[in-house]
Protein backbone atom coordinates (compact mmCIF):
# COMPACT_ATOMS: atom_id res chain seq x y z
CA UNK A 1 0.00 0.00 0.00
CA UNK A 2 1.09 3.17 -1.06
CA UNK A 3 1.71 6.20 1.77
CA UNK A 4 1.15 8.95 -1.79
CA UNK A 5 -2.24 9.47 -2.59
CA UNK A 6 -2.19 11.92 -5.94
CA UNK A 7 -5.23 13.88 -5.39
CA UNK A 8 -4.27 15.06 -2.66
CA UNK A 9 -0.94 16.22 -3.70
CA UNK A 10 0.62 19.75 -4.58
CA UNK A 11 -1.09 19.49 -8.33
CA UNK A 12 -4.19 17.83 -7.18
CA UNK A 13 -7.84 18.87 -7.54
CA UNK A 14 -7.59 20.53 -3.92
CA UNK A 15 -4.21 22.68 -4.33
CA UNK A 16 -6.22 24.08 -7.38
CA UNK A 17 -9.30 24.82 -6.11
CA UNK A 18 -8.89 25.85 -2.28
CA UNK A 19 -6.42 28.69 -1.26
CA UNK A 20 -3.98 27.71 0.95
CA UNK A 21 -3.76 24.11 0.54
CA UNK A 22 -0.80 22.79 1.54
CA UNK A 23 0.04 18.88 0.52
CA UNK A 24 0.48 17.04 3.86
CA UNK A 25 2.16 13.39 4.12
CA UNK A 26 0.06 12.12 7.25
CA UNK A 27 -3.38 13.32 5.23
CA UNK A 28 -1.99 11.48 2.23
CA UNK A 29 -1.13 8.50 4.17
CA UNK A 30 -5.07 8.08 5.75
CA UNK A 31 -6.31 8.85 2.05
CA UNK A 32 -4.07 6.08 0.61
CA UNK A 33 -5.28 3.37 3.51
CA UNK A 34 -9.14 4.82 2.82
CA UNK A 35 -8.70 4.10 -0.44
CA UNK A 36 -7.54 0.44 -0.39
CA UNK A 37 -10.01 -0.08 2.26
CA UNK A 38 -12.59 0.54 -0.28
CA UNK A 39 -11.16 -1.45 -2.69
CA UNK A 40 -11.06 -4.28 -0.78
CA UNK A 41 -13.48 -3.87 1.30
CA UNK A 42 -12.05 -3.92 4.39
CA UNK A 43 -12.41 -2.62 7.86
CA UNK A 44 -9.85 0.14 9.39
CA UNK A 45 -8.91 1.95 12.12
CA UNK A 46 -7.00 5.24 12.33
CA UNK A 47 -6.40 8.05 15.16
CA UNK A 48 -5.45 10.53 13.08
CA UNK A 49 -3.71 13.36 15.46
CA UNK A 50 -4.67 17.01 15.28
CA UNK A 51 -3.78 18.51 12.02
CA UNK A 52 -3.61 15.83 9.60
CA UNK A 53 -6.94 16.85 8.25
CA UNK A 54 -8.43 13.39 8.34
CA UNK A 55 -11.88 14.94 7.17
CA UNK A 56 -10.60 15.53 3.85
CA UNK A 57 -8.45 12.39 3.71
CA UNK A 58 -11.14 10.28 4.01
CA UNK A 59 -13.92 12.41 2.06
CA UNK A 60 -11.34 12.39 -1.43
CA UNK A 61 -11.09 8.76 -2.35
CA UNK A 62 -15.04 7.90 -0.62
CA UNK A 63 -16.26 10.42 -3.14
CA UNK A 64 -13.86 9.34 -5.85
CA UNK A 65 -14.82 6.10 -5.71
CA UNK A 66 -18.37 6.25 -6.83
CA UNK A 67 -19.68 4.27 -4.57
CA UNK A 68 -22.94 4.90 -1.57
CA UNK A 69 -21.38 6.63 1.04
CA UNK A 70 -22.82 6.86 5.01
CA UNK A 71 -20.90 9.12 6.87
CA UNK A 72 -21.83 8.98 10.77
CA UNK A 73 -20.34 11.50 13.26
CA UNK A 74 -20.90 12.01 17.21
CA UNK A 75 -21.63 15.81 17.50
CA UNK A 76 -24.15 18.07 15.29
CA UNK A 77 -21.61 20.07 14.72
CA UNK A 78 -19.26 18.17 12.58
CA UNK A 79 -22.32 16.32 11.10
CA UNK A 80 -23.49 20.46 9.59
CA UNK A 81 -19.42 21.10 9.03
CA UNK A 82 -19.19 18.29 6.91
CA UNK A 83 -22.66 18.67 4.83
CA UNK A 84 -22.42 22.64 4.74
CA UNK A 85 -18.73 22.87 3.89
CA UNK A 86 -16.31 20.26 3.92
CA UNK A 87 -18.55 17.65 1.29
CA UNK A 88 -19.53 20.41 -1.15
CA UNK A 89 -15.77 21.77 -1.60
CA UNK A 90 -14.47 18.23 -2.25
CA UNK A 91 -17.39 17.60 -4.85
CA UNK A 92 -16.56 20.57 -6.70
CA UNK A 93 -13.11 20.18 -6.60
CA UNK A 94 -13.24 16.46 -7.67
CA UNK A 95 -16.03 18.06 -10.44
CA UNK A 96 -17.97 14.92 -9.29
CA UNK A 97 -22.19 14.54 -9.99
CA UNK A 98 -22.12 13.49 -6.46
CA UNK A 99 -25.57 14.46 -4.49
CA UNK A 100 -25.40 14.44 -0.63
CA UNK A 101 -28.03 14.76 2.24
CA UNK A 102 -28.15 15.51 5.57
CA UNK A 103 -30.15 13.12 7.89
CA UNK A 104 -30.47 13.80 12.20
CA UNK A 105 -32.84 11.86 14.39
CA UNK A 106 -36.68 12.83 14.36
CA UNK A 107 -36.51 15.27 17.50
CA UNK A 108 -34.42 17.46 15.42
CA UNK A 109 -36.95 17.69 13.10
CA UNK A 110 -40.85 19.60 13.87
CA UNK A 111 -43.66 17.62 13.41
CA UNK A 112 -46.75 19.25 12.42
CA UNK A 113 -49.12 16.80 14.54
CA UNK A 114 -47.02 17.27 18.09
CA UNK A 115 -47.29 21.30 16.99
CA UNK A 116 -51.26 20.84 16.69
CA UNK A 117 -51.42 18.99 19.87
CA UNK A 118 -48.81 21.59 21.76
CA UNK A 119 -51.31 24.34 20.54
CA UNK A 120 -54.33 22.40 21.41
CA UNK A 121 -52.98 22.48 25.11
CA UNK A 122 -52.72 26.51 25.36
CA UNK A 123 -53.84 26.92 28.89
CA UNK A 124 -50.99 24.62 30.08
CA UNK A 125 -48.19 26.03 28.58
CA UNK A 126 -46.28 28.89 30.63
CA UNK A 127 -45.92 32.79 29.10
CA UNK A 128 -42.44 31.49 28.05
CA UNK A 129 -43.81 28.21 26.22
CA UNK A 130 -46.47 30.00 24.73
CA UNK A 131 -44.40 32.55 22.95
CA UNK A 132 -41.92 29.94 21.68
CA UNK A 133 -44.92 27.94 20.35
CA UNK A 134 -46.17 31.33 18.12
CA UNK A 135 -42.81 31.57 17.21
CA UNK A 136 -42.62 28.09 15.86
CA UNK A 137 -45.66 28.22 14.14
CA UNK A 138 -44.79 31.59 12.44
CA UNK A 139 -41.18 29.30 11.23
CA UNK A 140 -43.15 26.25 10.40
CA UNK A 141 -44.76 27.87 7.42
CA UNK A 142 -41.33 29.30 6.08
CA UNK A 143 -39.11 26.18 6.76
CA UNK A 144 -38.22 23.76 3.96
CA UNK A 145 -36.29 21.37 5.97
CA UNK A 146 -38.13 21.29 9.12
CA UNK A 147 -34.79 21.29 10.89
CA UNK A 148 -35.28 23.13 14.61
CA UNK A 149 -31.65 24.06 14.53
CA UNK A 150 -32.76 26.45 11.81
CA UNK A 151 -34.75 28.43 14.01
CA UNK A 152 -32.39 30.35 16.62
CA UNK A 153 -34.77 32.68 18.15
CA UNK A 154 -35.87 30.53 20.44
CA UNK A 155 -33.56 28.52 22.83
CA UNK A 156 -32.53 25.10 21.93
CA UNK A 157 -32.99 24.26 25.60
CA UNK A 158 -36.65 25.48 25.27
CA UNK A 159 -39.36 23.30 27.24
CA UNK A 160 -41.55 23.79 24.33
CA UNK A 161 -39.12 21.69 21.93
CA UNK A 162 -39.84 18.03 23.10
CA UNK A 163 -43.34 19.28 22.31
CA UNK A 164 -43.22 19.95 19.16
CA UNK A 165 -41.31 17.20 17.67
CA UNK A 166 -41.33 13.17 17.81
CA UNK A 167 -39.78 10.53 18.88
CA UNK A 168 -40.24 6.77 17.93
CA UNK A 169 -42.81 6.11 20.74
CA UNK A 170 -45.04 9.01 19.65
CA UNK A 171 -44.89 9.28 16.17
CA UNK A 172 -48.21 8.20 14.07
CA UNK A 173 -46.17 7.17 10.99
CA UNK A 174 -48.38 6.79 7.76
CA UNK A 175 -51.34 7.24 9.98
CA UNK A 176 -50.37 10.81 10.42
CA UNK A 177 -52.59 13.15 8.83
CA UNK A 178 -49.25 14.89 7.99
CA UNK A 179 -47.55 12.06 6.39
CA UNK A 180 -46.95 14.05 2.89
CA UNK A 181 -46.05 17.32 4.49
CA UNK A 182 -43.62 14.96 7.13
CA UNK A 183 -39.90 16.86 7.43
CA UNK A 184 -38.59 13.58 8.49
CA UNK A 185 -40.36 11.60 5.66
CA UNK A 186 -39.20 14.18 3.23
CA UNK A 187 -35.20 14.44 5.03
CA UNK A 188 -35.73 10.35 4.87
CA UNK A 189 -36.46 10.31 0.69
CA UNK A 190 -33.56 12.84 0.16
CA UNK A 191 -31.38 10.62 1.86
CA UNK A 192 -32.31 7.37 -0.38
CA UNK A 193 -31.71 9.12 -3.73
CA UNK A 194 -28.43 10.90 -2.20
CA UNK A 195 -24.87 9.42 -2.81
CA UNK A 196 -23.54 10.18 0.28
CA UNK A 197 -25.45 10.97 3.09
CA UNK A 198 -24.50 12.38 6.43
CA UNK A 199 -25.60 10.81 10.06
CA UNK A 200 -24.84 10.57 13.90
CA UNK A 201 -23.95 7.68 16.05
CA UNK A 202 -27.25 7.39 17.64
CA UNK A 203 -28.83 7.69 14.09
CA UNK A 204 -27.04 4.50 12.96
CA UNK A 205 -27.50 2.43 16.01
CA UNK A 206 -31.23 3.31 16.18
CA UNK A 207 -31.65 1.82 12.93
CA UNK A 208 -29.49 -0.99 12.55
CA UNK A 209 -30.00 -2.37 16.17
CA UNK A 210 -33.57 -1.36 17.08
CA UNK A 211 -34.54 -0.75 13.36
CA UNK A 212 -36.28 1.99 14.68
CA UNK A 213 -35.65 5.27 12.73
CA UNK A 214 -37.05 4.06 9.41
CA UNK A 215 -34.46 4.17 7.04
CA UNK A 216 -33.52 0.85 7.19
CA UNK A 217 -34.11 0.34 3.33
CA UNK A 218 -30.79 2.89 2.98
CA UNK A 219 -28.52 0.74 5.03
CA UNK A 220 -28.33 -2.31 2.63
CA UNK A 221 -27.71 -0.41 -0.44
CA UNK A 222 -24.70 1.58 1.65
CA UNK A 223 -21.23 0.64 0.07
CA UNK A 224 -19.08 2.28 2.44
CA UNK A 225 -19.29 3.51 6.12
CA UNK A 226 -17.16 6.08 7.25
CA UNK A 227 -17.52 6.25 11.13
CA UNK A 228 -15.68 9.90 12.74
CA UNK A 229 -15.48 10.65 16.13
CA UNK A 230 -15.11 6.94 16.27
CA UNK A 231 -13.83 7.48 19.89
CA UNK A 232 -17.71 7.73 21.25
CA UNK A 233 -18.31 4.64 19.90
CA UNK A 234 -18.16 2.19 22.43
CA UNK A 235 -20.44 4.23 24.90
CA UNK A 236 -23.30 4.58 22.10
CA UNK A 237 -23.22 0.84 21.40
CA UNK A 238 -23.80 0.26 25.25
CA UNK A 239 -27.06 2.76 25.24
CA UNK A 240 -28.37 0.71 22.03
CA UNK A 241 -27.50 -2.83 23.17
CA UNK A 242 -29.24 -2.45 26.05
CA UNK A 243 -32.53 -1.63 27.29
CA UNK A 244 -33.89 1.84 29.53
CA UNK A 245 -36.96 3.39 30.71
CA UNK A 246 -37.46 6.84 32.23
CA UNK A 247 -40.06 8.85 33.79
CA UNK A 248 -39.57 11.10 31.02
CA UNK A 249 -40.65 8.05 29.00
CA UNK A 250 -43.75 7.62 30.89
CA UNK A 251 -44.88 11.14 31.66
CA UNK A 252 -44.46 12.02 27.67
CA UNK A 253 -47.21 9.00 27.41
CA UNK A 254 -49.35 10.43 30.10
CA UNK A 255 -49.36 14.06 28.71
CA UNK A 256 -50.26 12.89 25.40
CA UNK A 257 -52.95 10.30 26.39
CA UNK A 258 -54.70 12.92 28.16
CA UNK A 259 -54.48 15.23 24.84
CA UNK A 260 -55.28 12.27 22.32
CA UNK A 261 -58.19 11.51 24.84
CA UNK A 262 -60.32 15.49 24.76
CA UNK A 263 -59.48 14.63 20.60
CA UNK A 264 -60.70 11.74 20.48
CA UNK A 265 -62.10 9.96 23.36
CA UNK A 266 -63.93 12.78 25.49
CA UNK A 267 -66.58 10.22 26.77
CA UNK A 268 -63.51 7.69 28.54
CA UNK A 269 -63.17 9.02 31.80
CA UNK A 270 -61.68 6.18 32.78
CA UNK A 271 -58.58 6.71 30.83
CA UNK A 272 -57.50 10.25 31.77
CA UNK A 273 -58.54 9.16 35.55
CA UNK A 274 -55.67 5.83 34.91
CA UNK A 275 -53.51 8.21 33.08
CA UNK A 276 -52.90 10.87 35.90
CA UNK A 277 -52.77 7.81 38.92
CA UNK A 278 -49.92 6.80 36.68
CA UNK A 279 -48.56 10.35 36.80
CA UNK A 280 -48.77 10.52 40.49
CA UNK A 281 -46.68 7.08 40.99
CA UNK A 282 -43.95 7.94 39.04
CA UNK A 283 -43.26 10.84 40.67
CA UNK A 284 -43.47 9.41 44.29
CA UNK A 285 -41.23 6.50 42.86
CA UNK A 286 -38.46 9.37 41.75
CA UNK A 287 -38.62 10.57 45.56
CA UNK A 288 -37.93 6.85 46.74
CA UNK A 289 -35.19 7.38 45.15
CA UNK A 290 -33.79 9.37 47.15
CA UNK A 291 -32.53 13.51 46.40
CA UNK A 292 -30.38 15.00 43.79
CA UNK A 293 -28.45 13.29 40.85
CA UNK A 294 -27.22 9.67 41.69
CA UNK A 295 -25.81 6.66 39.17
CA UNK A 296 -26.02 3.04 41.11
CA UNK A 297 -26.44 -0.12 41.38
CA UNK A 298 -29.78 -2.10 41.56
CA UNK A 299 -28.95 -4.17 44.03
CA UNK A 300 -28.22 -0.54 46.17
CA UNK A 301 -31.99 -0.05 45.97
CA UNK A 302 -33.83 -3.73 45.54
CA UNK A 303 -34.50 -4.33 49.27
CA UNK A 304 -35.82 -0.99 49.80
CA UNK A 305 -39.52 -1.93 50.98
CA UNK A 306 -41.00 1.80 49.60
CA UNK A 307 -39.59 1.62 46.71
CA UNK A 308 -40.67 -2.73 45.74
CA UNK A 309 -43.86 -1.32 46.76
CA UNK A 310 -43.99 1.75 44.29
CA UNK A 311 -42.42 -0.43 41.60
CA UNK A 312 -45.17 -3.25 41.97
CA UNK A 313 -48.02 -0.32 41.84
CA UNK A 314 -45.89 1.55 38.43
CA UNK A 315 -46.16 -1.78 36.95
CA UNK A 316 -50.01 -2.44 37.75
CA UNK A 317 -51.01 0.87 36.41
CA UNK A 318 -49.05 1.06 33.16
CA UNK A 319 -50.68 -2.63 32.85
CA UNK A 320 -54.19 -1.17 33.52
CA UNK A 321 -53.31 1.84 31.33
CA UNK A 322 -52.15 -0.39 28.46
CA UNK A 323 -55.91 -2.25 28.87
CA UNK A 324 -57.38 1.23 28.95
CA UNK A 325 -55.72 2.56 25.64
CA UNK A 326 -56.67 -0.98 23.85
CA UNK A 327 -60.06 -0.48 24.19
CA UNK A 328 -59.64 3.33 22.93
CA UNK A 329 -57.05 2.47 20.14
CA UNK A 330 -60.13 2.11 17.70
CA UNK A 331 -61.05 5.68 18.21
CA UNK A 332 -57.79 7.42 16.78
CA UNK A 333 -54.61 7.33 15.45
CA UNK A 334 -53.20 9.35 18.32
CA UNK A 335 -54.59 6.84 20.84
CA UNK A 336 -53.50 3.82 18.75
CA UNK A 337 -50.08 5.10 19.34
CA UNK A 338 -50.25 5.51 22.59
CA UNK A 339 -51.48 2.11 23.03
CA UNK A 340 -48.68 0.81 21.41
CA UNK A 341 -46.73 2.78 23.32
CA UNK A 342 -48.31 1.80 26.75
CA UNK A 343 -47.13 -1.95 25.90
CA UNK A 344 -43.80 -1.33 24.75
CA UNK A 345 -43.22 0.32 28.01
CA UNK A 346 -44.82 -2.01 29.97
CA UNK A 347 -42.88 -4.88 28.56
CA UNK A 348 -39.50 -2.90 29.07
CA UNK A 349 -40.53 -2.30 32.39
CA UNK A 350 -41.43 -5.76 33.67
CA UNK A 351 -37.94 -6.45 31.97
CA UNK A 352 -35.99 -4.29 34.25
CA UNK A 353 -37.54 -5.54 37.11
CA UNK A 354 -36.70 -8.70 36.65
CA UNK A 355 -32.95 -8.34 34.95
CA UNK A 356 -31.31 -9.68 32.70
CA UNK A 357 -28.68 -12.63 33.71
CA UNK A 358 -25.20 -12.00 34.39
CA UNK A 359 -24.23 -10.64 31.30
CA UNK A 360 -26.26 -7.35 31.40
CA UNK A 361 -25.59 -4.51 34.15
CA UNK A 362 -28.58 -3.72 36.72
CA UNK A 363 -28.45 0.13 37.41
CA UNK A 364 -30.31 3.40 38.24
CA UNK A 365 -29.88 7.40 37.86
CA UNK A 366 -31.80 10.02 38.83
CA UNK A 367 -31.93 14.16 37.61
CA UNK A 368 -33.72 16.36 39.27
CA UNK A 369 -37.11 15.18 38.75
CA UNK A 370 -36.56 12.04 36.53
CA UNK A 371 -35.33 8.90 36.72
CA UNK A 372 -33.89 6.20 34.40
CA UNK A 373 -33.77 2.19 34.88
CA UNK A 374 -31.00 1.05 32.75
CA UNK A 375 -29.95 -2.84 31.94
CA UNK A 376 -26.59 -2.28 29.72
CA UNK A 377 -24.34 -5.09 28.31
CA UNK A 378 -21.23 -5.98 29.98
CA UNK A 379 -19.83 -6.48 26.66
CA UNK A 380 -21.22 -5.18 23.60
CA UNK A 381 -18.00 -6.34 21.00
CA UNK A 382 -20.46 -10.05 20.19
CA UNK A 383 -23.75 -7.62 19.28
CA UNK A 384 -21.47 -4.93 17.43
CA UNK A 385 -20.09 -8.00 15.37
CA UNK A 386 -23.28 -9.48 14.71
CA UNK A 387 -23.97 -6.35 13.69
CA UNK A 388 -21.56 -5.62 11.30
CA UNK A 389 -21.76 -8.91 9.97
CA UNK A 390 -25.35 -8.07 8.26
CA UNK A 391 -23.49 -5.57 6.39
CA UNK A 392 -20.32 -6.82 5.35
CA UNK A 393 -19.23 -3.54 3.35
CA UNK A 394 -16.37 -0.98 4.07
CA UNK A 395 -15.93 0.21 7.45
CA UNK A 396 -13.35 3.19 8.18
CA UNK A 397 -13.75 3.98 12.18
CA UNK A 398 -11.44 7.18 12.62
CA UNK A 399 -10.69 9.68 15.59
CA UNK A 400 -8.30 12.01 16.57
CA UNK A 401 -8.04 9.27 20.02
CA UNK A 402 -7.94 6.12 19.77
CA UNK A 403 -4.61 4.06 20.23
CA UNK A 404 -3.17 3.97 24.07
CA UNK A 405 0.76 4.55 22.96
CA UNK A 406 0.61 3.16 19.91
CA UNK A 407 -1.75 0.28 20.38
CA UNK A 408 -4.91 -0.33 18.77
CA UNK A 409 -5.64 -3.12 21.39
CA UNK A 410 -8.38 -1.29 23.80
CA UNK A 411 -10.47 -0.28 20.93
CA UNK A 412 -10.69 -3.36 18.71
CA UNK A 413 -11.28 -5.23 21.96
CA UNK A 414 -14.51 -3.47 23.05
CA UNK A 415 -15.78 -3.33 19.52
CA UNK A 416 -14.91 -6.77 18.80
CA UNK A 417 -12.86 -5.40 15.60
CA UNK A 418 -10.13 -8.11 15.62
CA UNK A 419 -9.50 -8.68 12.11
CA UNK A 420 -9.52 -4.78 11.40
CA UNK A 421 -6.67 -2.92 9.82
CA UNK A 422 -4.69 0.22 11.89
CA UNK A 423 -2.86 3.07 11.40
CA UNK A 424 -1.60 5.25 14.14
CA UNK A 425 -0.63 8.96 12.45
CA UNK A 426 0.72 11.85 14.72
CA UNK A 427 -0.35 15.45 14.61
CA UNK A 428 1.70 17.11 11.97
CA UNK A 429 1.67 20.30 14.37
CA UNK A 430 5.41 20.70 15.75
CA UNK A 431 4.69 20.65 19.69
CA UNK A 432 8.45 20.82 20.19
CA UNK A 433 9.07 24.37 19.25
CA UNK A 434 4.96 25.52 19.87
CA UNK A 435 3.72 23.94 23.07
CA UNK A 436 5.44 23.56 26.43
CA UNK A 437 3.90 20.88 29.17
CA UNK A 438 3.95 22.01 32.85
CA UNK A 439 3.80 19.56 35.39
CA UNK A 440 3.74 21.51 38.54
CA UNK A 441 6.04 20.16 41.44
CA UNK A 442 5.13 19.62 45.04
CA UNK A 443 1.03 19.36 44.36
CA UNK A 444 -1.47 17.62 46.67
CA UNK A 445 -2.40 14.08 46.30
CA UNK A 446 -5.95 14.09 44.22
CA UNK A 447 -7.59 12.79 47.14
CA UNK A 448 -6.30 15.48 49.95
CA UNK A 449 -9.23 18.10 51.24
CA UNK A 450 -6.96 20.99 49.84
CA UNK A 451 -5.98 19.30 45.86
CA UNK A 452 -8.55 21.95 44.26
CA UNK A 453 -7.27 24.86 46.21
CA UNK A 454 -3.13 23.89 45.28
CA UNK A 455 -4.61 23.61 41.35
CA UNK A 456 -6.14 27.04 41.48
CA UNK A 457 -3.09 28.56 43.39
CA UNK A 458 -1.33 27.22 40.45
CA UNK A 459 -3.68 28.06 37.82
CA UNK A 460 -3.42 31.80 39.13
CA UNK A 461 0.07 31.83 38.68
CA UNK A 462 0.20 30.56 35.01
CA UNK A 463 -2.88 32.67 34.47
CA UNK A 464 -0.59 35.50 35.19
CA UNK A 465 2.32 34.27 32.47
CA UNK A 466 -0.49 33.32 29.56
CA UNK A 467 -2.59 36.88 30.48
CA UNK A 468 -6.35 34.84 30.42
CA UNK A 469 -6.77 33.24 27.59
CA UNK A 470 -6.98 29.61 29.11
CA UNK A 471 -9.37 26.66 29.87
CA UNK A 472 -9.24 25.11 32.93
CA UNK A 473 -10.77 21.71 32.84
CA UNK A 474 -12.16 19.52 35.52
CA UNK A 475 -13.14 16.29 35.74
CA UNK A 476 -16.05 16.73 38.00
CA UNK A 477 -18.50 19.53 38.77
CA UNK A 478 -18.32 20.04 41.93
CA UNK A 479 -13.72 20.86 41.50
CA UNK A 480 -15.36 23.48 39.03
CA UNK A 481 -17.96 24.44 40.85
CA UNK A 482 -15.23 24.99 44.05
CA UNK A 483 -12.77 26.30 41.60
CA UNK A 484 -14.91 29.06 40.29
CA UNK A 485 -15.61 30.12 43.75
CA UNK A 486 -12.06 30.64 44.75
CA UNK A 487 -11.16 32.08 41.52
CA UNK A 488 -14.09 34.69 41.37
CA UNK A 489 -13.18 38.68 42.13
CA UNK A 490 -9.74 37.35 42.23
CA UNK A 491 -8.09 37.22 39.11
CA UNK A 492 -7.82 40.13 36.40
CA UNK A 493 -9.28 38.02 33.63
CA UNK A 494 -13.05 37.53 33.12
CA UNK A 495 -14.25 34.60 34.04
CA UNK A 496 -16.91 32.12 32.45
CA UNK A 497 -18.28 29.33 33.55
CA UNK A 498 -20.14 26.20 32.39
CA UNK A 499 -23.43 26.13 33.29
CA UNK A 500 -24.11 30.00 33.22
CA UNK A 501 -24.84 29.74 29.73
CA UNK A 502 -25.49 27.74 26.70
CA UNK A 503 -21.93 26.26 25.47
CA UNK A 504 -22.30 27.91 22.22
CA UNK A 505 -22.71 31.35 23.74
CA UNK A 506 -19.59 30.41 26.37
CA UNK A 507 -17.76 29.61 23.61
CA UNK A 508 -18.55 32.21 21.82
CA UNK A 509 -17.76 35.16 24.25
CA UNK A 510 -14.69 33.40 24.93
CA UNK A 511 -13.63 33.88 21.34
CA UNK A 512 -14.69 37.57 21.28
CA UNK A 513 -13.22 38.59 24.78
CA UNK A 514 -9.59 36.95 23.61
CA UNK A 515 -8.13 37.23 27.24
CA UNK A 516 -10.86 34.95 29.38
CA UNK A 517 -10.58 32.02 31.63
CA UNK A 518 -13.41 29.63 30.80
CA UNK A 519 -13.91 26.33 33.50
CA UNK A 520 -15.98 23.23 32.13
CA UNK A 521 -15.86 19.77 32.56
CA UNK A 522 -16.93 16.92 30.17
CA UNK A 523 -18.45 18.94 27.43
CA UNK A 524 -15.61 20.84 26.56
CA UNK A 525 -13.31 18.10 26.62
CA UNK A 526 -14.15 17.52 23.51
CA UNK A 527 -15.44 18.82 19.87
CA UNK A 528 -14.49 22.50 20.98
CA UNK A 529 -12.40 24.17 18.48
CA UNK A 530 -11.03 27.71 19.56
CA UNK A 531 -7.91 28.96 16.91
CA UNK A 532 -5.53 31.38 17.63
CA UNK A 533 -4.31 33.13 20.38
CA UNK A 534 -7.69 33.51 22.54
CA UNK A 535 -6.88 30.06 23.41
CA UNK A 536 -3.10 29.85 24.16
CA UNK A 537 -3.34 27.33 27.55
CA UNK A 538 -5.22 24.07 28.59
CA UNK A 539 -5.11 23.52 32.32
CA UNK A 540 -6.48 19.93 33.42
CA UNK A 541 -6.75 19.09 36.99
CA UNK A 542 -6.31 15.71 36.97
CA UNK A 543 -6.53 12.62 35.12
CA UNK A 544 -9.62 11.86 34.15
CA UNK A 545 -10.09 8.11 35.49
CA UNK A 546 -14.49 7.31 35.81
CA UNK A 547 -15.67 7.72 38.90
CA UNK A 548 -15.00 4.34 40.58
CA UNK A 549 -18.79 4.25 42.30
CA UNK A 550 -20.31 4.58 38.88
CA UNK A 551 -22.03 0.98 39.06
CA UNK A 552 -21.22 0.01 35.27
CA UNK A 553 -17.65 0.47 35.60
CA UNK A 554 -18.11 -1.24 38.87
CA UNK A 555 -19.92 -4.41 37.09
CA UNK A 556 -16.76 -3.90 34.22
CA UNK A 557 -14.31 -4.22 36.74
CA UNK A 558 -15.92 -7.26 38.37
CA UNK A 559 -16.08 -9.00 35.32
CA UNK A 560 -12.25 -8.52 34.08
CA UNK A 561 -11.65 -9.82 37.22
CA UNK A 562 -13.50 -12.86 37.01
CA UNK A 563 -11.55 -13.29 33.95
CA UNK A 564 -8.36 -13.25 35.47
CA UNK A 565 -7.44 -9.86 34.03
CA UNK A 566 -6.40 -6.82 35.78
CA UNK A 567 -9.30 -4.01 35.16
CA UNK A 568 -7.16 -1.24 36.03
CA UNK A 569 -4.51 -2.12 33.21
CA UNK A 570 -6.59 -3.46 30.67
CA UNK A 571 -9.41 -0.98 31.31
CA UNK A 572 -9.36 2.18 33.28
CA UNK A 573 -6.05 3.35 32.19
CA UNK A 574 -6.76 3.01 28.68
CA UNK A 575 -10.13 4.84 28.83
CA UNK A 576 -8.67 7.53 30.92
CA UNK A 577 -5.24 7.92 28.77
CA UNK A 578 -8.04 8.38 26.04
CA UNK A 579 -10.04 11.16 27.57
CA UNK A 580 -6.91 12.59 28.38
CA UNK A 581 -6.08 13.04 24.96
CA UNK A 582 -8.93 14.65 24.14
CA UNK A 583 -8.81 17.37 26.48
CA UNK A 584 -5.02 17.79 25.20
CA UNK A 585 -6.26 18.26 21.66
CA UNK A 586 -8.12 21.26 22.86
CA UNK A 587 -4.69 23.49 22.82
CA UNK A 588 -2.89 23.47 19.53
CA UNK A 589 -5.69 23.60 16.55
CA UNK A 590 -3.52 25.11 14.03
CA UNK A 591 -0.25 25.25 12.32
CA UNK A 592 0.70 29.06 13.94
CA UNK A 593 -1.35 28.20 17.11
CA UNK A 594 0.73 28.50 20.53
CA UNK A 595 0.55 26.97 23.81
CA UNK A 596 0.89 25.65 27.63
CA UNK A 597 -0.34 22.33 28.67
CA UNK A 598 -0.79 22.44 32.43
CA UNK A 599 -1.51 18.82 33.84
CA UNK A 600 -1.56 19.35 37.88
CA UNK A 601 -2.12 15.39 38.81
CA UNK A 602 1.47 14.52 40.63
CA UNK A 603 0.45 10.65 39.61
CA UNK A 604 1.95 11.43 35.92
CA UNK A 605 5.23 11.35 38.16
CA UNK A 606 4.58 9.52 40.88
CA UNK A 607 3.07 6.46 39.62
CA UNK A 608 4.21 4.55 36.96
CA UNK A 609 0.95 3.95 34.98
CA UNK A 610 2.28 8.03 34.44
CA UNK A 611 4.72 7.27 31.77
CA UNK A 612 1.54 5.35 29.77
CA UNK A 613 -0.12 9.58 29.85
CA UNK A 614 3.29 10.84 28.70
CA UNK A 615 4.10 8.56 25.86
CA UNK A 616 0.57 8.87 24.47
CA UNK A 617 0.84 12.78 23.99
CA UNK A 618 2.40 14.47 21.12
CA UNK A 619 5.83 15.39 21.87
CA UNK A 620 6.56 18.76 23.29
CA UNK A 621 9.04 19.88 26.04
CA UNK A 622 8.40 19.32 29.72
CA UNK A 623 9.25 21.11 32.91
CA UNK A 624 8.60 21.43 36.35
CA UNK A 625 9.85 25.24 36.39
CA UNK A 626 6.77 27.94 36.60
CA UNK A 627 9.52 30.57 34.99
CA UNK A 628 9.80 28.86 31.92
CA UNK A 629 6.10 29.41 30.82
CA UNK A 630 6.55 33.11 31.39
CA UNK A 631 9.25 32.52 29.26
CA UNK A 632 7.79 30.42 26.82
CA UNK A 633 4.83 33.21 26.88
CA UNK A 634 7.56 36.18 26.05
CA UNK A 635 8.76 34.10 23.31
CA UNK A 636 5.44 34.03 21.95
CA UNK A 637 5.09 37.88 22.48
CA UNK A 638 8.50 38.57 20.72
CA UNK A 639 7.73 36.22 17.47
CA UNK A 640 10.92 33.36 18.98
CA UNK A 641 9.89 30.33 20.89
CA UNK A 642 12.77 28.21 21.72
CA UNK A 643 10.88 25.54 23.62
CA UNK A 644 13.95 22.85 22.89
CA UNK A 645 16.40 25.25 25.14
CA UNK A 646 14.11 25.12 28.32
CA UNK A 647 14.58 23.31 31.49
CA UNK A 648 12.73 19.70 30.75
CA UNK A 649 12.59 17.76 33.93
CA UNK A 650 11.16 15.03 33.27
CA UNK A 651 9.07 12.63 35.29
Not at 316 to 325: D, R, T
Not at 372 to 393: C, G, K, Q
Not at 410 to 415: C, D, P, Q, W
Not at 450 to 467: D, F, I, K, P
Amino acid sequence: MTDYYEPLGGKGPLARSVPGFSPRAPQQEMAAAVAAAIEAQHKLIVEAGTGTGKTFAYLMPALDSGKKIIISTGTRHLQDQLYRHDLPVVRDALQAPVHIALLKGRSNYLCHHRLALAASEGRSLSRLQARDLETIRAWSGRTRSGDISGLTEVSEHSLLWPRVTSTIDNCLGQECEYFQECFVVKARRKALEADVVVINHHLLFADMVLKEEGFGELLPGVDVFIIDEAHQLPEVASLFFGTRIGSHQMLDLVRDVQVEHLREAGDMAELPEAASMLEGVVRRFRLALGSGDRRAAWTDIADDEQVRELLQELAALLSQLVEWLEQAAGRGKGLESCWQRSRVLSESLDLLVEGSGSEYIHWFETQRQAFRLNLTPLNVAPSFTRALEVLPRTWVFTSATLAVGASFTHYTLRLGLDDADTLLLQSPFDYAHNALLYLPPEMPDPNDRGYTHAVVACAREVLVASRGRAFMLFTSHSALQEAASLLEGTIDFPLLVQGTAPRTDLLEKFRRLGNAVLLGTSSFWEGVDVRGDALSCVIIDRLPFASPGDPVLQARIESLRQQGRNPFIDYQLPNAVIALKQGIGRLIRDTDDRGVLVLCDPRLSRRSYGRVFLNSLPDMPRTQDPQAIATFFSGVDSGVVETSAMEQTLP
